[in-house]
């Protein structure tokens, strides 16, 4: 069962800008993180945030959970080049099985 | 250098020959879980494992087996493989349930079934 949505499901900006991502969940969650997938290639942890938090900063990422609204968003600050891959929202539901589900991804296009 | 391997990388076969694609972990992690990832619908997990000997259906388990024999250990199994399993597999592993923990991936495993 598909739980995150991201949007935009594709974004292409020009280098040094800022990119940001959204994903929206369906049920009560535990947690939610964010993973990049360059392409191809396995899927890499960037951010775990609980859904006690509200906020969480990892170098150029900061990530944002609002749970009354069943929504997060990933940006990314300063944009490189190598930022270029798909970044997956998951969630980890607080109840049932213990499993995260991933939504589509957005694919990111950093332009030199 | 903690990290989930996968072999093999790349398997071309045909309908309904038999085959397994291995997966293990450095980390002594104890949840383990494969996912497949398709165009279109994104990662689906087929089955995880949350230790020796323990394992559960995810949203797409037909046609897949899996073990749990060595806590290092979680082949994936497809006894009778169909076109429809054609995709890029991935194995995982975290310390526990994958709803509270990271997830390590491995490289993946791109099926082509004929």
């Known amino acids: 069962s598909q739980q995150g949505e991201e949007d935009p499901q594709a974004l292409s900006i020009q280098e040094g800008e800022n990119a940001t991502m959204n994903c929206s969940y369906k049920t009560s969650i535990n947690n939610l993180q964010w993973y990049r997938q360059n392409s191809g290639r396995g899927l890499v942890h960037l951010i775990l945030i609980r859904s006690n938090e509200r906020e969480k900063h990892s170098g150029r990422l900061r990530v944002t959970l609002d749970t009354s609204k069943k929504s997060s968003s990933l940006l990314i600050t300063a944009s490189r080049a190598a930022d270029t891959a798909s970044y997956f929202c998951a969630t980890g539901e607080s109840q049932g099985a213990q499993k995260l589900v991933f939504g589509q991804g957005t694919r990111l296009t950093i332009n030199p | 250098e903690a990290q989930v391997t996968q072999n093999p990388r790349y398997l071309i076969t045909v309908t309904g020959k038999k085959l397994t694609v291995t997966c293990s972990q450095n980390m002594n992690h104890e949840y383990m879980s494969w996912y497949r990832q398709d165009p279109g619908l994104g990662l689906r997990q087929i089955y995880y494992s949350m230790n020796v000997e323990v394992t559960d259906k995810g949203d797409v388990p037909e046609g897949y087996k899996v073990s749990r024999k060595e806590k290092r250990n979680f082949p994936l199994i497809l006894e009778s493989p169909s076109p429809n399993q054609t995709s890029l597999y991935f194995c995982?592993?975290?310390?526990?349930?994958?709803?509270?923990?990271?997830?390590?991936f491995g490289p993946g495993t791109r099926l082509t079934v004929t």
């Open positions: 995982a592993s975290s310390w526990g349930g994958s709803s509270s923990y990271e997830q390590y």
